[in-house]
């Protein structure tokens, strides 16, 4: 039990990532915050990881992009749940187009949903950490794309590049109050968010399906996998787990090799 006694909330937790890592969070003694603009898909989960642990699993609608639904949600998660001692600023959405097809509604629909829900979230859970005096752990969901770009991707690959930022922005405020921040980056992961790009990849690259997934999504890595939620909830356990100030500010690539620094 790595995080007995611990609360956690977990954007973006109705499925996917997010879902996997609140409930591995559970499984090692958290009580934790399901949040999601999906509220019945949150309060799903929620209702499995009461079934399945002992600690306790709220679900809360959040849309993280908007400043009053955060700090409502949050408020409310924090009531319910004592104090926020780990934050997974997790939501995300991807919509792809080539950069001179990208609409301007599409470019500020990502960067809101990644950008301003990372800063919204690790603001108002930075108040909580700083007032109660117990410091925490904030992790932001980044990607191999925080790191390097694909076609077809330019606001994600900006948006996730501006996490890495915001990480190592948060690791230098956070750090005289006991805040570490890391950002976890993922190589391609089978979820919803990733399903539905490959047939639009397909389209817009006028390759095949499988050519998406074997070239495109995996060609880079070293053994031709997709990274697995399991990989991705070790990861972040550590992470949460992480005993001091001596790992902060870092991106943490879990990619199959796909992006080695
Ligand atoms: P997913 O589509 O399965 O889940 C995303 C969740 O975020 C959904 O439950 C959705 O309802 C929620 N969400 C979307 N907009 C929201 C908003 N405004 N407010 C609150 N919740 C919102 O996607 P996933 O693959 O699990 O992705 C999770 C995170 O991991 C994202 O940040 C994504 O960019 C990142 N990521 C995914 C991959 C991958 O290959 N799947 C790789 C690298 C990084």
Known sequence: MRLEGKSALVTGAATGIGRAIATAFAREGASVGIADLNLEGAQTVAKEVRNQHSGKAIAVQM????????????????????????????????????????????????????????FLTARTAMREMVASGRGGCILFMGSIHSHIASKNKSA??????????????????????????????????????????????????GIT????????????????????????????????????LALTGQSIVVSHGHFMQ
């Open 63 to 118: 849309d993280v992009s908007s400043e009053s639904s955060v700090e409502s949600a949050m408020s409310r998660a924090i009531t319910e749940l004592g104090s926020i001692d780990i934050l997974l600023s997790n939501a995300g959405i991807q919509i792809i187009s080539p950069l001179i097809e990208f609409s301007f509604a599409d470019w500020q629909n990502v960067i809101a949903v990644h950008l301003h829900g990372g």
């Open 209 to 244: 399906e499988e050519e998406v997934v074997k070239k495109v999504m995996l060609g880079a890595t070293v053994d031709g996998e997709f990274t697995s939620v399991a990989d991705l909830a070790e990861t972040a356990i550590f992470l949460a787990a992480f005993p001091s």
């Open 156 to 205: 994600y690959v900006a948006a996730k590049h501006g996490l890495s930022g915001l990480t190592k922005a948060v690791a230098q405020e956070g750090a005289r109050h006991g805040i570490r921040a890391n950002l976890i980056s993922p190589g391609f992961v089978r979820t919803a968010l990733v399903e539905k790009q490959i047939p639009e990849q397909a389209a817009q690259l």
